[in-house]
């Protein structure tokens, strides 16, 4: 003789509660996502802007570090001038 055990058949009503928790938990995690997804994609704007400004300020002081050489250039002749004349400075 065979003997059948019957399952218990889980309760319908705490399952649906469960789906209706876990989907609330859902919608709640995705907004928590695309909140730091905005924060990350302003984060990279941000940073993209401050490398640009440096580059561009970097780009400027190498242009001013040309400039002063040029000129130390100018004021080295310019003095090895004064220096040579007959009259001497005046």
Same mark, same amino acid.
């Given at each position: 003789?065979?003997?059948?055990?019957? +399952? *218990?058949?889980? #309760?319908? *009503?705490?399952? &649906?509660? *469960?789906?209706?928790?876990?989907?609330? =938990? $859902?919608?709640?995690?995705?907004?928590?996502?695309?909140? +730091?997804?905005?924060?990350?994609?302003?984060? +990279?704007? $941000?940073?993209?802007?401050?490398?640009?400004?440096? #580059? #561009?300020?970097?780009?400027?002081? =190498? +242009?001013?570090? =040309?400039?002063?050489?040029?000129? #130390? =250039? &100018?004021?080295?002749? $310019? *003095? &090895?001038?004064?220096?040579?004349?007959?009259?001497?400075? $005046?």
């Amino acid at each position: 003789m065979h003997r059948y055990r019957w +399952k *218990a058949r889980p #309760d319908v *009503a705490q399952l &649906e509660q *469960a789906i209706d928790q876990l989907r609330t =938990e $859902l919608i709640r995690t995705r907004r928590q996502l695309t909140g +730091k997804q905005q924060y990350i994609d302003r984060l +990279k704007f $941000l940073v993209q802007q401050r490398s640009n400004r440096i #580059d #561009d300020q970097r780009g400027r002081i =190498e +242009k001013l570090q =040309e400039r002063n050489r040029h000129l #130390d =250039e &100018e004021n080295d002749h $310019l *003095a &090895e001038m004064v220096r040579l004349t007959p009259d001497g400075p $005046l």
